[in-house]
């Protein structure tokens, strides 16, 4: 505690901190244990909330509450780590304080918004300019997203050293701690902006059902999960998307009859496999109606190696192998697994 009045602490500072990971303000303060505490309980809600999501079987509502936790933590840590902060500082470096814009909130609040650090200092004309910059970001980032996280992480950094540097009063004796938060909170920001693109490239991806090919299963408006994995082993009765043949920003959702090597045929409306009636109740349950299809009696088909043979559970009203051939495993984009919205229909895919 006398050491603190020694060197007093700074309360905004403790809160930029405690906003990239919780309890960092707070072991900043020199409370160790209830920052070691935050960060172990941010680690575990953290791991939770993904689990969640790769979960089949995991409610999604159980992933919201997890995710209105973390928020509701967050949000007290930013207030604990000002107060942790803020009590043990003498009273004269708290009027001190007071008593003028401080740079560390200024800083803060153009993290929070670009240019709004500004509107606090008063520079009104800057901080609106920045606001708008910020605007426009955004809307570049619904064309270029790639190219806007970089944009916007530069942006961002650089609005908030200026906010702190346009602060009347800055009570460090030297450059080192803003020159330090700006190099790792520029890292964080290219982190963050280019995981999210990574994560739905390799991990999970959202798609929304276009069409009725697969009613009952889906239905069109379902919004799905779909997990990727380039060690992804195809395995009958699996629900995919696939990369279509007309547009291949439009992927296909079906579901996998055959696989490499068997031989397709539907005989009275029923599909056989390798000369066999399909054992899968997913499949057994479909009526295949005669059409001028792939693997119709009498014309049985050979699905190539490394191919699937996809057909819609709604096969009345499907495009799908029957009529385009199977789906090469390349253009497989993931397996769904999971309807998040709405949520009425929320749930594993079966």
Not at 102 to 122: E, T
Not at 220 to 246: C, E
Request: charged share 20%; with cysteine; proline share 7%.
């Amino acid at each position: 505690m006398e050491k603190n009045r020694d060197h007093p602490k700074e309360p905004w500072f403790a809160v930029i901190l405690s906003s990239f990971f919780f309890g960092i303000g707070q072991i900043y303060t020199g409370r160790i244990r209830r920052g070691g505490f935050l960060i172990l309980t941010e680690g575990l809600l953290s791991g939770l909330l993904v689990w969640s999501i790769l979960s089949p079987t995991c409610d999604i509502l159980f992933g919201a509450g997890l995710y209105l936790v973390l928020e509701a933590i967050w949000i007290w840590n930013l207030y604990d780590a000002y107060r942790c902060a803020r009590r043990p500082n003498p009273e004269h470096f708290e009027i001190e304080r007071k008593h003028s814009k401080d740079a560390w909130l200024a800083f803060f609040l153009s993290d929070l918004i670009p240019g709004l650090g500004q509107i606090y200092l008063k520079k009104w004309l800057t901080g609106i300019g920045f606001v708008i910059t910020a605007g426009i970001l955004l809307i570049v980032d619904l064309k270029y997203p790639l190219l806007d996280d970089g944009l916007w992480a530069v942006f961002s950094v650089l609005v908030c050293y200026l906010a702190y540097r346009s602060a009347p009063i800055r009570r460090e004796s030297s450059n080192k701690p803003i020159i330090s938060i700006v190099i790792f909170i520029l890292c964080l920001h290219l982190l963050y902006g280019y995981s999210r693109p990574a994560f739905r490239a390799y991990v999970v991806e959202a798609f929304v059902l276009p069409t009725e090919g697969m009613k009952p299963t889906l239905v069109p408006g379902d919004r799905i999960l779909v997990r990727k994995s380039g060690k992804y082993i195809a395995s009958r009765g699996d629900v995919i998307t696939f990369k279509s043949l007309n547009d291949p920003n439009i992927p296909y959702i079906k579901r996998i009859a055959a696989l490499s090597g068997e031989i397709v045929e539907i005989k009275d409306e029923i599909l056989y496999i390798d000369g066999q009636k399909v054992q899968l109740p997913a499949l057994q349950g479909i009526e295949y109606p005669p059409r001028d299809f792939l693997g119709m009696e009498g014309e049985p088909y050979e699905v190539p190696e490394d191919h699937v043979f996809v057909i819609g559970d709604n096969s009345v009203n499907s495009w799908d192998s029957r009529a385009f051939g199977a789906v090469p495993l390349g253009d497989v984009i993931g397996k769904a697994y999971k309807i998040y919205w709405p949520l009425s229909r929320r749930g594993p895919i079966k």
